[in-house]
């Protein structure tokens, strides 16, 4: 089978329009894509194994099936943006061997801040932009900057580079593009980071990690579902196979640990989805059982679904001690709630005994850990969802009971205030105060009149008709008369209203609500 290497020049200085070439042999390409017409124009080029292939590159710089699709090319070749095929433009500069240097001594030293300054300055230092690719740091072994952080065991720069990839509306920003553009290119660097090996042993980054001894570098890892569980190096060697092999004394001590998450051992708990039937707490490697129990003649069977999973247990005999201390603790418990009894169990063991513990939740269609950040992050976009559902339906309601809305001929919702039409002698007396003249009635008749004045849609209109100078003077505690704006005590500040209450059941609280501190 040949080899074809098909060379694309976006844009041709002389003539203003996309071009390229094929050829057999990577040293006629090569001498192609260096001449100062093609490298002032941004060629570049690719190996393929069919001609048709290598031909559809050299004209569009993309082949059909490519993980980032063309863009359409506007047929009017006078066009400024007809030549460059719709590639996206970046505005951040190249970084120089130098700056990558300083990369890579920032990652070996565990230097955060450095890091974080470098890469927040200039996203390249890690993305190759050119060809979405992870960026090389060392180029004689061909290092990325996972590479290197997953070596040294630099916890930070693992969680930053997979973060950083993951961003899709970062990617969008960085490269100009749709958001819907962004996230192919983010799975594509994802996966490069994650399963490209080195140029020197051809290992991973979790072969890197495994040999060295770093436990939680190798747990974020394994957590990815698009990060290989079991690659091969030059040597044809998994990552479980060289694991704390090159590992420093204090990681030596992490072998057996690493070694449980290449083998996970877990202990389920099951659940029937009608909650018909009581939940079941399984042996490692067991399952629930198809039929109904005591009856393998009836037709109806239980459908079960994982409610809840603790683990990975390092052996087999602590995930099977854990399940029958499991099944033997808090009995009451288990009895009195039902519906969540054996969750609340579980979940204070794994705690006892420092395993991870994920558990089904009604905003999950899956288990979940709450003590991580996805877990959180699910949690926290839920309970933002029922908040403003639940807005919505208040000022639904709050147009509803608005009863001026219409204007009728005849408003039967208008209401006087009774003040208005009571004589002056009474306002003063509502307002505890006597009209020139007259003396205070301290009569039964006096009072219901004062009783049927107040009415608590006053328009001020009572305000107004008082004059504030009669109540300049009050009478304090010490029976000193004095001027209330002196005293400090008559004026507190009312305290502010506590935070709206957020509940999982759509506003009504729950056991389950509980659970979630717990």
């Given at each position: 089978m040949?080899?074809y290497f098909?060379v694309?020049?976006?844009s041709?200085p ?5 071009g390229?070439?094929?050829?057999t042999?990577?040293k006629?390409?090569s ?5 100062p017409?093609?490298k002032s124009?941004?060629?570049r ?7 048709e292939e ?7 710089g993309?082949i059909?099936g490519?993980?980032?699709p063309a863009?359409s090319?506007?047929s009017?070749?006078?066009s400024?943006?007809s030549p460059r095929?719709n590639e996206?433009t970046i505005e951040?500069?190249?970084v ?12 070996e030293?565990h230097?955060?801040?450095?890091f974080?300054?470098?890469?927040c300055?200039?996203?390249r230092y890690?993305i190759?932009?050119?060809?979405d690719t992870?960026?090389?740091?060392v180029?004689g072994?061909r290092?990325n900057a996972?590479h290197i ?5 630099n ?10 990839v993951?961003d899709i509306?970062?990617l969008a920003k960085?490269y100009g593009?749709?958001e819907?553009d962004?996230k192919?290119r ?5 996966d490069?980071?994650?399963?490209t090996?080195?140029?020197?042993a051809?290992?991973?980054p979790?072969h ?10 190798v747990?974020v ?9 079991n690659p091969?190096n030059k040597n044809g ?7 704390c ?5 204090e990681?030596?001590n ?11 051992v877990y ?5 029937p989805?009608?909650?018909s039937?009581?939940a ?6 067991h399952?629930p059982?198809k039929?109904?129990?005591?009856d393998?003649?009836?037709?109806f069977t239980n459908s079960?679904?994982l409610a ?5 247990f390092?052996?087999?005999?602590e ?5 029958d201390?499991?099944i033997?603790a808090e ?7 039902p519906?969540?009894?054996?969750e ?5 063991l794994a705690?006892?005994c420092g395993?991870r513990w994920?558990e089904?939740?009604r905003?999950?269609d899956?288990?979940v ?10 949690l926290?976009?839920?309970?933002v969802?029922?908040?403003?559902v639940s807005?919505?339906q208040?000022?639904s309601?709050?147009k ?5 809305d219409e204007i ?6 208008h209401?006087?205030?009774s003040v208005e039409m ?7 007396i509502n307002a505890?105060?006597?009209?020139p003249g007259?003396?205070?009635d301290s009569?039964?008749g006096?009072?219901?009149d ?7 849609n006053?328009?001020?209109e009572?305000d107004s008709?008082?004059?504030n100078?009669d109540?300049?003077?009050v009478r304090?505690e ?5 001027n209330?704006?002196?005293?400090e005590?008559?004026y507190r500040t ?6 709206e ?11 389950e609500d509980?659970?979630?501190i717990?």
């Amino acid at each position: 089978m040949s080899d074809y290497f098909g060379v694309f020049v976006p844009s041709s200085p002389k003539d203003n329009s996309a071009g390229g070439a094929v050829f057999t042999t990577l040293k006629e390409a090569s001498e192609y894509a260096n001449t100062p017409d093609a490298k002032s124009g941004g060629a570049r080029f690719k190996r393929f194994t069919s001609l048709e292939e290598a031909k559809e590159f050299a004209e569009c710089g993309c082949i059909t099936g490519s993980p980032f699709p063309a863009a359409s090319v506007p047929s009017d070749p006078a066009s400024p943006t007809s030549p460059r095929c719709n590639e996206p433009t970046i505005e951040f500069p190249s970084v120089s061997r130098i700056q990558q240097n300083r990369l890579k001594k920032a990652i070996e030293t565990h230097d955060s801040d450095a890091f974080d300054e470098m890469v927040c300055s200039n996203p390249r230092y890690i993305i190759n932009t050119s060809g979405d690719t992870p960026a090389i740091v060392v180029e004689g072994c061909r290092y990325n900057a996972l590479h290197i952080a997953a070596r040294v065991g630099n916890l930070h720069v693992v969680r930053y580079v997979i973060d950083a990839v993951r961003d899709i509306r970062a990617l969008a920003k960085i490269y100009g593009t749709s958001e819907k553009d962004a996230k192919i290119r983010s799975e594509w660097l994802l996966d490069s980071y994650l399963n490209t090996p080195d140029k020197g042993a051809l290992e991973t980054p979790l072969h890197f990690a495994s040999k060295f001894g770093h436990l939680e570098v190798v747990r974020v890892l394994l957590e990815l579902d698009q990060c290989e569980k079991n690659p091969k190096n030059k040597n044809g060697e998994l990552p479980v196979d060289i694991c704390c092999s090159r590992a420093s004394p204090e990681n030596k001590n992490n072998r057996a640990a690493i070694l449980a998450l290449f083998s996970p051992v877990y202990v389920p708990l099951y659940r029937p989805e009608d909650n018909s039937s009581a939940a079941i707490i399984c042996r490692p490697g067991h399952y629930p059982p198809k039929i109904l129990p005591g009856d393998r003649t009836t037709p109806f069977t239980n459908s079960y679904i994982l409610a809840a999973v603790a683990g990975p247990f390092m052996s087999q005999e602590e995930a099977t001690s854990f399940h029958d201390e499991w099944i033997r603790a808090e009995r009451e418990i288990r009895l009195s709630d039902p519906l969540k009894g054996n969750e609340r169990i579980g979940r204070t063991l794994a705690h006892q005994c420092g395993v991870r513990w994920m558990e089904r939740w009604r905003f999950s269609d899956d288990v979940v850990d709450l003590n991580s950040t996805g877990g959180l992050e699910k949690l926290n976009a839920y309970l933002v969802k029922n908040l403003l559902v639940s807005s919505r339906q208040d000022a639904s309601i709050c147009k509803k009971l608005v009863f001026d809305d219409e204007i009728d001929a005849v408003d039967e919702d208008h209401f006087e205030d009774s003040v208005e039409m009571l004589p002056s002698s009474t306002v003063c007396i509502n307002a505890g105060l006597t009209s020139p003249g007259s003396s205070a009635d301290s009569s039964l008749g006096s009072f219901i009149d004062r009783m049927a004045a107040l009415n608590l849609n006053s328009d001020g209109e009572l305000d107004s008709s008082v004059d504030n100078s009669d109540f300049g003077d009050v009478r304090n505690e010490s029976g000193e008369i004095g001027n209330a704006s002196d005293d400090e005590d008559l004026y507190r500040t009312p305290p502010s209203s506590p935070p709206e209450s957020v509940y999982l059941c759509e506003g009504i609280p729950s056991k389950e609500d509980n659970d979630l501190i717990l």
